[in-house]
C-alpha cells in the first residue's frame, strides 16, 4: 500500500529523532512491501525563522492531505525566557491541534523490564506497569480567552469545556478501556472547579453505555501521588488537557525515560504522532538524544493505519535494543558504551530488515565488533 506521511521535524532535536523515525519505517516499507511518501513541513521556531510564523499554511495543507503526521518538537530557550514574545513556537503545536481537530491525546506508558533499573522509583513498585493516558487536546485552559490587563498587573486564563468535548473523547477512552483490563480512572479537580464536574457527570452517564467497565475517580493531586506510589492500579486515565500534560511528564518516570514515550492525536480525519519529550536544545546537533520515543510513535501510527503487524516489527526492534543495551546515554549514562542517536536507528532498521535472521549476531554488529556467524 502506497500512505502519505506529512512529516514536521520541528525545533531542537526533532530533526534527528524524526530521521531515525524514517530509517524505521522506510525498513518496514521494505520488508512488508509498502510506500511511504515523506511530504516535509514546517513547524515551531524554525518557521518563524523561515516564514516568521510558527504555523504557516502550507504546513496545515500538506497535513490535511496526508495519510498521517509525524512531528518531532517544538521549542526554542529563546523564546521560554522572553515571556513578552508575542509569536511563540508552541502556538504553532496548538494551532495544528485545533485547526486538524485532534482532540484525543493517547500517551501509553509502560515500564519495559530492561529499563526498570534506570526508573528512580523501586523496582516492586514500576514492575508490570501498563496505562494509557487519554489527555483532552483542544479544550479548557489551553484554549480559553487570555488577557493581560493593560497596566500588566493582572492576568487572566479562562477554562471551559462542552458536554460534547467531554463526551467524544470518553467514548474512545472507554472503548480502549475494553480491549485492556477494562477500568477508566477519571482524573479531575471536583471539589474546586466547575469545569471538573461537568467532566464527572458527563463522564458518569456515558459509563452507563459500558457496563463491563469499573469507572473510578481521583482528584488530580492524589492521582499524581497515586502515580508515583502504586501506578498499577492504572489502567485507562482520562482527564482533562492541563492535568493531563502534567501527569503524563510525571508518569514519564515510570518508563525509565521521558525518551520512550510516544503519544498519539487523533481527530475525526487527521491523526498526529509525536515523542512527548520536548525540544531538548541542549542536545541539538550532538546526536546524542534518544530516538525512540520518535520511532515508537511511528509505530503508533502504523496501527493506526491498521498495519498491525508492522507496528509490531518497530515494537519488537526496540525492544532488543533495550535488552541489548544500544541506547543512548539518558538510559545508559555517558559511558562509552552509549550509542548515538543514529546509531540506534541504525539497529533498529537492521533488525527490521532481518528479524527472521537468528543468524546475525545484531549487538556485536552494533557495538562495532561484527561477528556473523
Ligand atoms: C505536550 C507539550 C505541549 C503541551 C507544549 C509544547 C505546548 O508540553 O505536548 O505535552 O503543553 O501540550
Ligand atoms: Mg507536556
Given at each position: 500500500?502506497?500512505?502519505?506521511?506529512?512529516?514536521?521535524?520541528?525545533?531542537?532535536?526533532?530533526?534527528?529523532?524524526?530521521?531515525q523515525a524514517?530509517?524505521?519505517?522506510?525498513?518496514?516499507?521494505?520488508?512488508?512491501?509498502?510506500i511511504?511518501?515523506?511530504k516535509?513541513?514546517?513547524?515551531?521556531?524554525?518557521?518563524?525563522?523561515?516564514?516568521g510564523?510558527?504555523l504557516?499554511?502550507?504546513t496545515?495543507?500538506?497535513?490535511?492531505?496526508?495519510?498521517a503526521?509525524l512531528?518531532g518538537?517544538?521549542?526554542?530557550?529563546?523564546?521560554?525566557?522572553?515571556?513578552?514574545?508575542?509569536?511563540?513556537?508552541?502556538?504553532?503545536?496548538?494551532?495544528i491541534?485545533?485547526e486538524?481537530?485532534?482532540?484525543?491525546?493517547?500517551?501509553?506508558?509502560?515500564?519495559?523490564?530492561?529499563?526498570i533499573?534506570?526508573s528512580?522509583?523501586?523496582?516492586e513498585?514500576i514492575?508490570g506497569?501498563?496505562?494509557?493516558?487519554?489527555?483532552?487536546?483542544?479544550?479548557?485552559?489551553?484554549?480559553?480567552?487570555?488577557?493581560?490587563?493593560?497596566?500588566?498587573?493582572?492576568?487572566?486564563?479562562?477554562?471551559?469545556?462542552?458536554?460534547?468535548?467531554?463526551?467524544?473523547?470518553?467514548?474512545?477512552?472507554?472503548?480502549?478501556?475494553?480491549?485492556?483490563?477494562?477500568?477508566?480512572?477519571?482524573?479531575?479537580?471536583?471539589?474546586?472547579?466547575?469545569?471538573?464536574?461537568?467532566?464527572?457527570?458527563?463522564?458518569?452517564?456515558?459509563?452507563?453505555?459500558?457496563?463491563d467497565?469499573t469507572?473510578?475517580?481521583?482528584?488530580?493531586?492524589n492521582?499524581?501521588m497515586q502515580?508515583?506510589?502504586?501506578p498499577?492500579?492504572?489502567d485507562?486515565?482520562?482527564?482533562?488537557?492541563l492535568?493531563?500534560?502534567?501527569?503524563?511528564?510525571?508518569?514519564s518516570?515510570?518508563?525509565g525515560?521521558i525518551?520512550?514515550?510516544?503519544s498519539?492525536?487523533?481527530?475525526?480525519?487527521s491523526a498526529?504522532?509525536?515523542?512527548i519529550?520536548?525540544?531538548?536544545?541542549?542536545?541539538?546537533?550532538?546526536?546524542?538524544?534518544n530516538p525512540?520515543?520518535?520511532i515508537?510513535?511511528?509505530?503508533?501510527m502504523l496501527?493506526?493505519?491498521?498495519?498491525?503487524?508492522?507496528?509490531?516489527a518497530?515494537e519488537?526492534?526496540?525492544e532488543?535494543?533495550?535488552t541489548l543495551?544500544?541506547?543512548?546515554e539518558?538510559?545508559?549514562?555517558?559511558?562509552?558504551?552509549?550509542?548515538?542517536?543514529?546509531?540506534?536507528?541504525?539497529?533498529i532498521?537492521?533488525?527490521?530488515?532481518?528479524?527472521?535472521?537468528?543468524?546475525l549476531?545484531?549487538?556485536?554488529?552494533h557495538m562495532?565488533?561484527?561477528?556473523?556467524?
Amino acid at each position: 500500500m502506497k500512505y502519505t506521511i506529512a512529516v514536521i521535524p520541528g525545533d531542537g532535536i526533532g530533526p534527528e529523532v524524526t530521521n531515525q523515525a524514517k530509517k524505521a519505517l522506510d525498513a518496514v516499507a521494505e520488508v512488508y512491501d509498502h510506500i511511504f511518501l515523506y511530504k516535509e513541513a514546517q513547524m515551531g521556531a524554525c518557521a518563524i525563522d523561515a516564514v516568521g510564523t510558527p504555523l504557516p499554511d502550507e504546513t496545515i495543507a500538506i497535513c490535511k492531505k496526508a495519510d498521517a503526521i509525524l512531528f518531532g518538537a517544538i521549542g526554542d530557550p529563546k523564546y521560554d525566557n522572553d515571556p513578552s514574545a508575542k509569536v511563540r513556537p508552541e502556538q504553532g503545536l496548538l494551532k495544528i491541534r485545533k485547526e486538524l481537530g485532534l482532540f484525543c491525546n493517547i500517551r501509553p506508558v509502560k515500564a519495559f523490564d530492561a529499563l526498570i533499573k534506570n526508573s528512580p522509583l523501586k523496582r516492586e513498585i514500576i514492575k508490570g506497569t501498563d496505562i494509557v493516558i487519554f489527555r483532552e487536546l483542544t479544550g479548557g485552559i489551553y484554549f480559553g480567552k487570555k488577557e493581560t490587563s493593560k497596566d500588566g498587573q493582572s492576568a487572566f486564563d479562562g477554562c471551559s469545556y462542552t458536554v460534547e468535548e467531554i463526551s467524544r473523547i470518553t467514548h474512545l477512552a472507554f472503548k480502549a478501556a475494553q480491549s485492556r483490563k477494562k477500568k477508566v480512572t477519571l482524573v479531575d479537580k471536583a471539589n474546586v472547579l466547575e469545569t471538573s464536574r461537568l467532566w464527572r457527570k458527563t463522564v458518569t452517564e456515558i459509563a452507563k453505555e459500558y457496563k463491563d467497565i469499573t469507572l473510578e475517580y481521583l482528584f488530580v493531586d492524589n492521582a499524581a501521588m497515586q502515580l508515583i506510589l502504586n501506578p498499577k492500579q492504572f489502567d485507562v486515565i482520562l482527564t482533562d488537557n492541563l492535568f493531563g500534560d502534567i501527569i503524563s511528564d510525571e508518569a514519564s518516570v515510570i518508563g525509565g525515560s521521558i525518551g520512550l514515550l510516544a503519544s498519539s492525536s487523533i481527530g475525526k480525519t487527521s491523526a498526529l504522532f509525536e515523542p512527548i519529550h520536548g525540544s531538548f536544545p541542549q542536545a541539538k546537533g550532538k546526536d546524542i538524544a534518544n530516538p525512540l520515543a520518535s520511532i515508537l510513535s511511528a509505530a503508533m501510527m502504523l496501527e493506526h493505519l491498521g498495519l498491525d503487524e508492522e507496528a509490531d516489527a518497530i515494537e519488537r526492534a526496540v525492544e532488543k535494543s533495550l535488552t541489548l543495551g544500544i541506547t543512548t546515554e539518558d538510559i545508559k549514562g555517558k559511558n562509552k558504551y552509549s550509542a548515538s542517536t543514529s546509531k540506534v536507528g541504525d539497529f533498529i532498521s537492521d533488525y527490521i530488515l532481518n528479524q527472521h535472521d537468528s543468524n546475525l549476531n545484531f549487538k556485536n554488529i552494533h557495538m562495532g565488533q561484527s561477528t556473523i556467524i
